[in-house]
């Protein structure tokens, strides 16, 4: 029997995912769930599930800086993180934070099983061809990088949400950062990009693809 743990803040999510497990495997169990980090890391203090799957956007603290954290207590827990966003967003850095597989959430229904097993019983990491062809780019002979990969997991999740049009005020509450926090964050960016406005943020996001 493989068991998993799912973290994620969104109840629906959850259930959705303890679902499709339900009715198309026999062997996989859920055997239990969190709401937030720190949730997480005291209940995988109680149990020992053989596979995490973990949101990336988790309130508080990011999904990245939590899976960092697993794999700091629990070096030998495969995590398969879920995300919204397509695995050119987020995936790369994922598996180099230490991830053992990235699954888009509209991918859930055709693909979890298969990644669960893929994972705990192959002891292989799950990814998309998509992700192979990004991974394989990142080993580029030119040392060309795009300036967004100068920035750390929490700096490019805050250009992000800046240039999808999210106010600092906004981004402050949804990650449960301070207002002088974010605008600190933003400076950073901002040197390390050379961007001078939000509009600026947006134009870049979007031509690397990195938003809507």
């Known amino acids: 029997m493989i068991t998993i743990f799912i973290a994620d803040d969104h109840p629906l999510v959850r259930e959705g995912l303890k679902k499709v497990v339900q009715q198309n495997a026999t062997d996989i169990k859920v055997i239990g769930e969190a709401s937030d980090g720190s949730e997480l890391m005291e ?54 934070a230490g991830a053992h597989g990235y699954l888009n959430k509209r991918s859930i229904s055709e693909q979890l099983i298969n990644a669960i097993q893929r994972i705990v019983i192959q002891q292989k990491k799950y990814i998309s061809q998509d992700v192979a062809e990004q991974l394989a780019s990142h080993v580029d002979l030119s040392g060309d990088k795009p300036l967004h990969e100068t920035l750390s997991d929490r700096e490019y999740q805050i250009m992000c949400m800046i240039a999808s049009g999210k106010e600092v005020n906004e981004i402050a509450e949804e990650l449960s950062l301070s207002v002088q926090t974010v605008h600190t964050y933003r400076s950073r960016i901002k040197d390390k990009m050379g961007l001078k406005s939000n509009v600026e943020f947006t134009r870049y996001a979007l031509e690397q693809n990195l938003i809507d």
Request: charged content about 35%; glycine content about 4%; aromatic content about 4%.
């Open 43 to 96: 209940k995988l203090k109680e149990t020992e599930p053989d596979l995490l799957i973990l949101d990336i956007a988790m309130p508080g603290k990011s999904g990245l800086d939590v899976l960092k954290e697993v794999k700091e207590s629990y070096p030998d827990l495969p995590v398969l993180i879920l995300s919204i966003h397509p695995e050119d967003r987020f995936a790369v850095r994922a598996l180099k």
